[in-house]
């Protein structure tokens, strides 16, 4: 499996933006998929997850303004990212293969290259 991000940009405080993942390979309809994000000088953290069966998780700081979706026959993963702030400035990464045990998410090993969010205020 193979993740290509794409999407990302510069949008003022209060816009919206939708981020693409898209993968190759055949087991993206049964893998959890998770977007992270890395802001600079900052650890890499977890914005929001989709199970292969329809369960979404997300952040705390993200509920009610991003939605995570998923397309299984276009094989593509999408965050919609509304009402942004400049603290949502990063660069958000797909994450593949991942699961829940309990209230931890394990990522999975298939990572995409990454792509930049910047929110002006």
Known sequence: ???????GGLVQAGGSLRI????????????GMAWYRQAPGQLRELVATASSGGR???KDSVKGRFTISRDNALKTMYL???SLKPEDTAVYYCNSGGYYI??????GTVWGQG?????SS
Do not use: D, H, K
Request: hydrophobic share 35%.
């Open 1 to 7: 499996v193979q993740l290509q991000a794409s999407g």
């Open 56 to 58: 979404t998780e997300y």
């Open 115 to 119: 792509t930049q969010v910047t929110v």
């Open 102 to 107: 309990g209230t931890y998410y394990f990522a």
């Open 80 to 82: 919609q990212m509304n």
């Open 20 to 31: 693409s993942c898209a993968a190759s390979g055949s087991t993206f309809s049964i893998a």
